[in-house]
C-alpha cells in the first residue's frame, strides 16, 4: 500500500455539470476524512466516516454534496450542479482510530476542480 | 471553536539558517497536533506529529514542540535547504464529538533562496 490514493488529479467542468471524486484510503485506516482547500488557505473539513458510516457533515457541504463510503474501504465525493464557488482543491485523508499507536493523518495528492 | 493561527504568513532566508515557525490555537484540548508541508499544486505530506501528552518530535532537521497549557507548537528547521521552500501547515485534532478531525492554520510559505 503506497498511502492515498486520489482520482481525478484534475477536473475541468462546465457550470451546472456533475462531478464525482474518488479517495482510496491506506487500507487499515477505517478513519476517511474529506476537505476543501482554495487558493492561500488551509484546508477546510468537510466530512468524515468511520468505516462506513458517516457521522460527521461541515455547514460547508451543502444539498449539493453527498459523499459516501461502502463497504468501509473507497469513498466518492459527489458534487451536483457545479457552481464556480465549488473551484477547489478537494483532499482526503485516513487514519487509523484515536487510541492506536500512531494515528497519524495520511493526505492524498489530491483533486483540483475548475468550474468554468 | 478551534481556531489555528500561523506565524509569519511568509518567510523567505537565505540558504544555511536556522528557522522557526509558529503556530497557535485557541482550545488546549487537544488530542494532537501534527505539521505538514505542502507543495505548490499538490496534496500535505505529513512532516511530524505531536500527542497531546508528548512536549517534542524530531525527524531529521525538523523538530516540533508543543506548548499545550499555552496554546503553542514551534517547527524548528535547521540548516534550510532550498529544497524545504513549500507551505508548512499546523493542524490541530480537538476531542470534541469523537471526530477528531484536524482544524488547519493558513500556513508559512517558506522560500529558502540558494
Known amino acids: 500500500d503506497t498511502g492515498v490514493s486520489q482520482d481525478p488529479r484534475h477536473k475541468i467542468t462546465k457550470r451546472g455539470q456533475n462531478v464525482t471524486f474518488r479517495c482510496d484510503p491506506i487500507s487499515e485506516h477505517n478513519r476517511l476524512y474529506w476537505y476543501r482547500q482554495t487558493l492561500g488557505q488551509g484546508p477546510e473539513f468537510l466530512t468524515y466516516f468511520q468505516n462506513e458510516a458517516q457521522l460527521e457533515k461541515s455547514r460547508l457541504l451543502s444539498d449539493r454534496f453527498s459523499a459516501e463510503r461502502p463497504k468501509g474501504s473507497f469513498s466518492t465525493l459527489e458534487i451536483q450542479r457545479t457552481e464556480q464557488g465549488d473551484s477547489a482543491m478537494y483532499l482526503c485523508?485516513?487514519?487509523?482510530?484515536?487510541?492506536?499507536?500512531?494515528?497519524?493523518?495520511?493526505f492524498g495528492q489530491g483533486t483540483r476542480l475548475t468550474v468554468v | 471553536k478551534q481556531e489555528v493561527t500561523q506565524i509569519p504568513a511568509a518567510l523567505s532566508v537565505p540558504e544555511g539558517e536556522n528557522l522557526v515557525l509558529n503556530c497557535s490555537f485557541t482550545d488546549s484540548a487537544i488530542y494532537n497536533l501534527q505539521w505538514f508541508r505542502q507543495d505548490p499544486g499538490k496534496g500535505l505530506t505529513s512532516l511530524l506529529l505531536i500527542q497531546s501528552s508528548q512536549r517534542e518530535q524530531t525527524s531529521g532537521r525538523l523538530n516540533a514542540s508543543l506548548d499545550k497549557s499555552s496554546g503553542r507548537s514551534t517547527l524548528y528547521i535547521a540548516a534550510s535547504q532550498p529544497g524545504d521552500s513549500a507551505t508548512y501547515l499546523c493542524a490541530v485534532a480537538g476531542q470534541a464529538s469523537g471526530t477528531y478531525k484536524y482544524i488547519f492554520g493558513t500556513g508559512t510559505r517558506l522560500k529558502v533562496l540558494a
Open positions: 485523508a485516513s487514519s487509523l482510530p484515536p487510541g492506536q499507536m500512531n494515528t497519524e493523518a495520511f
